[in-house]
């Protein structure tokens, strides 16, 4: 497993940006595919984006395609999601999470290691 924390939530009007961080420990974070989930007040949590180990791969939910942007850097055991245009349901906690199998899955159960959340706040 890897150790998962992210970073960059925070408050912003509708049709903002964000760019959210999740920073893994260990050295074997390019063999993971990495996912972000959210979870919005009294909803259950649901996948967003996916990358496959290489980055060659992405995967987004029809809900941010087109606004959402997934990406990781190897070198720098690091995946990040680009916000744009954010909506006042986009607000949730997000979490970063990794898939040992390598290949982008948008199940929750596939993917061995959650962090610990940060929150986005959209505001209307």
């Known amino acids: 497993q890897v150790q998962l924390v992210e970073s960059g939530g925070g408050l912003v009007q509708a049709g903002g940006s964000l760019r959210l961080l999740c920073a893994a420990s260990g050295r074997t974070f390019s063999r993971y595919a990495m996912g972000w989930f959210r979870q919005a007040p009294g909803k259950a949590r649901e996948f967003v984006a996916g990358i496959c180990w290489s980055g060659g791969s992405t995967g987004y939910a029809d809900s941010v395609k087109a606004r959402f942007t997934i990406s990781r850097n190897n070198a720098k055991n690091t995946v990040y999601l680009q916000m744009n245009s954010l909506k006042p349901e986009d607000t949730a906690v997000y979490y970063c999470?990794?898939?040992?199998?390598?290949?982008?899955?948008?199940?929750?159960?596939?993917?061995?290691?959650w962090g610990q959340g940060t929150q986005v706040t959209v505001s209307s």
């Open positions: 999470a990794a898939a040992e199998g390598g290949i982008v899955t948008r199940r929750q159960f596939d993917y061995d290691s």
